[in-house]
């Protein structure tokens, strides 16, 4: 099937293909453990749903953003709390294969409650089921062939695929080999997927491969299945850069989910107070890469961010 036919086919799955604004939550892991004060090992938000009242957590944590989102009449894409509730990081946290599996699908499910419960004709809320990197999000270390990544997220990917999460959503991806590796294994399970890498402060992947040598290359080996792809956990300034407006990878690029702060992945790491930066400011770094990267439709926040950023971003996206 070419890509083009297939993305026609996502469009009932993938409203934000088609509709001008989607939101997303700022950063999970951050909000719990810096302003909420919950502990979270090996930055596992899945594993609140091990623990007595952490559903109830998590619902509201999504709630402010899909208030906001209905209130401005916009969309919303909710990612399960699942992005370390892959293999390896289970068995950290002691959790067998089959509890795993579990978690998984009860987190896909608390989005559905949401959906079911808020989603409206003016906010269609798309749900998620997030994944993310078998290693640390920021460091490339043992690296995977393309094979072995298929192999090894093909488990949490089939889980995913037989919820009613409306496509896979591959965060902080940072090398080319295991992001080819997840859209085979989503290709396989018969699932839209969205790959979203993170970059440095020069633009570059921590592999160091270049942002679009990495799209281009993953869209290259899967015959273009991935639905679109997105930044996230980098700052507006460490990647505007090496945007080419117009350039056939730029136009792939639907989705930013920006960090609050400046400060690079390593500075980031050392940090031991949260650097929530300016929500205005953010905003308008936002609203600047318009013109660079005019198909962006799916906005929201990573690491330091919260409603307040959301919220910003949308006000002066829809003003502008």
């Given at each position: 099937?070419?890509?083009?036919?297939?993305?026609?086919?996502?469009?009932?799955?993938?409203?934000?293909?088609?509709?001008?604004l989607f939101?997303?939550?700022?950063?999970l892991?951050?909000?719990l453990?810096?302003?909420?004060g919950?502990?979270l090992p090996?930055f596992?938000?899945?594993?609140?749903l091990?623990?007595?009242?952490?559903?109830?957590?998590?619902?509201?944590?999504f709630?402010p953003?899909?208030r906001?989102?209905?209130?401005?009449?916009?969309?919303?894409v909710l990612?399960?709390?699942?992005?370390?509730?892959?293999?390896d990081?289970?068995?950290?946290?002691g959790h067998s294969?089959?509890?795993?599996?579990?978690l998984?699908r009860?987190?896909?499910?608390?989005?559905?409650?949401?959906?079911e419960e808020?989603?409206?004709?003016?906010?269609?809320?798309?749900a998620?089921g997030c994944?993310?990197?078998?290693?640390d999000?920021y460091v490339?270390?043992a690296?995977?062939?393309a094979?072995e990544?298929?192999?090894?997220?093909?488990?949490?990917?089939?889980?995913?695929?037989?919820?009613?999460?409306?496509?896979?959503?591959?965060?902080t991806?940072?090398?080319a080999d295991?992001?080819?590796?997840?859209?085979?294994?989503?290709?396989?399970?018969?699932?839209?997927?969205?790959?979203?890498?993170t970059?440095?402060?020069?633009?570059?992947?921590p592999?160091?491969?270049?942002?679009?040598?990495?799209?281009?290359?993953?869209?290259a080996?899967?015959?273009?299945?991935?639905a679109?792809?997105?930044?996230?956990?980098?700052?507006?300034?460490?990647?505007?850069?090496?945007?080419?407006?117009?350039?056939?990878?730029?136009?792939?690029i639907?989705?930013?989910?920006?960090?609050a702060s400046?400060?690079?992945?390593?500075?980031?790491?050392?940090?031991?107070?949260?650097?929530?930066?300016n929500?205005?400011?953010?905003?308008?770094?936002?609203?600047?890469?318009?013109e660079?990267?005019p198909?962006?439709?799916?906005?929201?926040?990573?690491?330091g961010?919260d409603?307040?950023?959301?919220?910003?971003?949308?006000?002066?996206?829809?003003?502008?």
């Amino acid at each position: 099937m070419e890509a083009t036919d297939r993305r026609a086919r996502y469009r009932d799955a993938l409203p934000q293909l088609e509709r001008p604004l989607f939101l997303t939550e700022g950063g999970l892991e951050t909000t719990l453990i810096f302003h909420e004060g919950h502990d979270l090992p090996h930055f596992a938000a899945y594993d609140l749903l091990a623990r007595d009242g952490g559903e109830d957590v998590l619902r509201r944590y999504f709630e402010p953003y899909v208030r906001l989102a209905v209130e401005r009449r916009v969309g919303v894409v909710l990612d399960s709390p699942t992005w370390r509730a892959s293999r390896d990081w289970g068995e950290r946290l002691g959790h067998s294969p089959d509890r795993l599996a579990d978690l998984n699908r009860r987190a896909v499910a608390l989005l559905v409650e949401l959906r079911e419960e808020h989603e409206t004709e003016t906010t269609p809320i798309v749900a998620a089921g997030c994944i993310g990197p078998r290693g640390d999000g920021y460091v490339v270390a043992a690296r995977m062939t393309a094979d072995e990544a298929a192999a090894y997220h093909a488990t949490q990917v089939e889980t995913l695929a037989d919820t009613a999460a409306d496509f896979v959503s591959a965060m902080t991806m940072t090398y080319a080999d295991e992001a080819v590796g997840i859209v085979q294994a989503a290709r396989e399970a018969g699932v839209p997927v969205v790959i979203s890498f993170t970059v440095e402060t020069d633009g570059c992947l921590p592999s160091g491969q270049s942002l679009r040598d990495a799209i281009e290359e993953v869209d290259a080996r899967t015959d273009a299945y991935a639905a679109y792809f997105m930044v996230n956990c980098a700052h507006p300034s460490h990647f505007d850069a090496v945007l080419e407006p117009g350039a056939a990878w730029s136009d792939r690029i639907l989705g930013l989910r920006a960090n609050a702060s400046r400060l690079s992945h390593a500075e980031l790491d050392e940090a031991e107070e949260l650097d929530i930066g300016n929500p205005e400011e953010l905003a308008l770094e936002y609203v600047a890469l318009r013109e660079r990267l005019p198909r962006l439709t799916v906005l929201g926040g990573c690491c330091g961010t919260d409603h307040r950023h959301v919220e910003a971003i949308c006000l002066a996206w829809t003003g502008a």
